[in-house]
C-alpha cells in the first residue's frame, strides 16, 4: 500500500502527497499510472530457414508516471490549481519519493504536461512526467566497508570502573567482502579509495565474474606530478549513464579515466551474493576502501 508520496520540484520545495489525508496538501489522488514495470522492446531477426524469429537485444523502454488530481481546498481551488504550476512546472525536473509498506524509493523525470481542467465542477489536473531512467532507486544507501574505520559504540553500553573494555571504533582492513544485493536489476557501485599515505597499482576484482579494474599510478603520475599520496580520493562511479573515475586532491576533481586499464570492465552487482577482493601493489595499510551502492526496482 501507498503511504506517501513527496514530489520535490527543481528549486529543493517538497510537496507531500497523503493519499489518506487529501485536505493537507489540497491534492486528491485520484489515480496514477506507470509506477509498475514498465514495457520492453524485444528485438529480433526473421530467419529464412526457421520458424519465428531469432532473440538479438532487449531494452526498457523510458517511464512515463501520470497523475490525475482533483482540488479541493476550504478558500480557493485557484491556490491549488497555482501550486500544481509550482510543483509540477512544464520541462523542469523533479524527483519523486514513493513510501509503501516494504519500501521507500525514488526516481527523476521531467514535467512532459500539466493539463489542469478549469471549467469542470469537480476542477483537478493531469499531470505527465517523462523519466528517462526508468528505474526507481531506493533512498538510502548500502556501504560495504574493507578498510577504515568501523564504529563499534552502540546503546546501551558498560564499562566497569577501572577497566578499559568500551570500545568506540576500529581499523579493519578486509581484503575480501560479499555484498549481498537483492534488488530488481544489476546495478553499478561507487568504489571510493582514501588515501592515508602513498599507494601504488590498485586492482578490484568481481570473484564471481572474474572481472577487474586496474588503477595504473604511473598514469596517474603522468597527469597530476604524483601518485596516489596521503589525503588523495579516487572515486568511481559504475552507475550506467554517470560512469566516471576521479582523482580529488585538495579539493579539485580531475578524470583519471586513463589510468584504468585496458580491457577493463565496469564491475556491478548482480542479484545475489557478490564477492569482491582487491590486490595493492604497494602501500595497503595506506587504503580506505569502501564500495556503495543504491537498490533498483522495477516498480513499487
Same mark, same amino acid.
Given at each position: 500500500?501507498?503511504?506517501?508520496?513527496?514530489?520535490?520540484?527543481?528549486?529543493?520545495?517538497? @510537496?507531500?502527497?497523503?493519499?489518506? /489525508?487529501?485536505?493537507?496538501?489540497?491534492?486528491?489522488?485520484?489515480?496514477?499510472?506507470?509506477? +509498475?514495470?514498465?514495457?520492453?522492446?524485444?528485438?529480433?531477426?526473421?530467419?529464412?530457414?526457421?520458424?519465428?524469429?531469432?532473440?538479438? &537485444?532487449?531494452?526498457?523502454?523510458?517511464?512515463?508516471?501520470?497523475?490525475?488530481?482533483?482540488?479541493? &481546498?476550504? &478558500?480557493?481551488?485557484?491556490?491549488?490549481? @497555482?501550486?500544481?504550476?509550482?510543483?509540477?512546472?512544464?520541462?523542469?525536473?523533479?524527483?519523486?519519493?514513493?513510501?509503501?509498506?516494504?519500501?521507500?524509493?525514488?526516481?527523476? +523525470?521531467?514535467?512532459?504536461?500539466?493539463?489542469?481542467?478549469? $471549467?469542470?465542477?469537480?476542477?483537478?489536473? =493531469?499531470?505527465?512526467?517523462?523519466?528517462?531512467?526508468?528505474? $526507481?532507486? &531506493?533512498?538510502? !544507501? =548500502?556501504?560495504?566497508?574493507?578498510?577504515?574505520?568501523?564504529?563499534?559504540?552502540?546503546?546501551? $553500553?558498560?564499562?566497569?570502573?577501572?577497566?578499559?573494555?568500551?570500545?568506540?571504533? !576500529?581499523?579493519? /582492513?578486509?581484503?575480501?567482502?560479499? *555484498?549481498?544485493?537483492?534488488?530488481?536489476? !544489476?546495478?553499478? *557501485?561507487?568504489?571510493?579509495?582514501?588515501?592515508?599515505?602513498? *599507494?601504488?597499482?590498485?586492482?578490484?576484482?568481481?570473484?564471481?565474474?572474474?572481472?577487474?579494474?586496474?588503477?595504473?599510478?604511473?598514469?596517474?603520475?603522468?597527469?597530476?606530478?604524483?601518485?596516489?599520496?596521503?589525503?588523495?580520493?579516487? *572515486?568511481?562511479? %559504475?552507475?550506467?549513464?554517470?560512469?566516471?573515475? =576521479?582523482?580529488?586532491?585538495?579539493?579539485?576533481? %580531475?578524470?583519471?579515466?586513463?589510468? @584504468?586499464?585496458?580491457? =577493463?570492465?565496469? @564491475?556491478?552487482?548482480?542479484?545475489?551474493?557478490?564477492? $569482491?577482493? /582487491?590486490?595493492? +601493489?604497494?602501500?595497503?595499510?595506506?587504503?580506505?576502501?569502501?564500495?556503495?551502492?543504491?537498490?533498483?526496482?522495477? +516498480?513499487?
Amino acid at each position: 500500500m501507498i503511504k506517501k508520496i513527496t514530489v520535490t520540484n527543481y528549486v529543493g520545495d517538497s @510537496l507531500e502527497l497523503d493519499p489518506f /489525508h487529501p485536505e493537507d496538501s489540497g491534492f486528491i489522488i485520484k489515480s496514477i499510472d506507470g509506477l +509498475g514495470p514498465v514495457k520492453s522492446s524485444i528485438n529480433t531477426a526473421e530467419s529464412a530457414t526457421m520458424d519465428g524469429s531469432i532473440y538479438n &537485444s532487449a531494452k526498457s523502454e523510458q517511464r512515463n508516471i501520470v497523475f490525475n488530481f482533483q482540488f479541493m &481546498s476550504d &478558500s480557493s481551488i485557484e491556490d491549488v490549481r @497555482l501550486k500544481s504550476y509550482k510543483f509540477f512546472p512544464n520541462k523542469k525536473q523533479l524527483t519523486i519519493r514513493v513510501e509503501t509498506d516494504r519500501r521507500i524509493a525514488e526516481i527523476t +523525470g521531467y514535467v512532459e504536461e500539466n493539463k489542469p481542467d478549469i $471549467f469542470s465542477e469537480t476542477e483537478g489536473c =493531469q499531470v505527465s512526467i517523462i523519466c528517462p531512467d526508468p528505474y $526507481f532507486y &531506493s533512498v538510502e !544507501e =548500502q556501504e560495504t566497508l574493507f578498510s577504515g574505520i568501523e564504529p563499534r559504540f552502540t546503546f546501551p $553500553f558498560s564499562n566497569p570502573i577501572g577497566e578499559d573494555t568500551l570500545i568506540m571504533s !576500529e581499523i579493519v /582492513h578486509y581484503k575480501e567482502k560479499t *555484498i549481498s544485493y537483492y534488488g530488481d536489476e !544489476e546495478t553499478g *557501485i561507487t568504489i571510493k579509495i582514501h588515501a592515508i599515505g602513498p *599507494i601504488e597499482n590498485i586492482t578490484i576484482y568481481n570473484a564471481n565474474t572474474n572481472e577487474s579494474m586496474n588503477i595504473n599510478t604511473d598514469k596517474i603520475k603522468a597527469l597530476n606530478g604524483n601518485g596516489i599520496i596521503a589525503k588523495d580520493d579516487v *572515486i568511481i562511479n %559504475t552507475v550506467r549513464g554517470h560512469k566516471s573515475m =576521479q582523482l580529488v586532491r585538495n579539493g579539485v576533481a %580531475t578524470n583519471i579515466l586513463s589510468a @584504468l586499464g585496458r580491457g =577493463q570492465k565496469w @564491475l556491478t552487482l548482480a542479484i545475489g551474493e557478490n564477492v $569482491f577482493y /582487491h590486490i595493492v +601493489g604497494r602501500g595497503e595499510e595506506n587504503m580506505e576502501l569502501t564500495i556503495t551502492n543504491r537498490v533498483l526496482y522495477e +516498480g513499487v
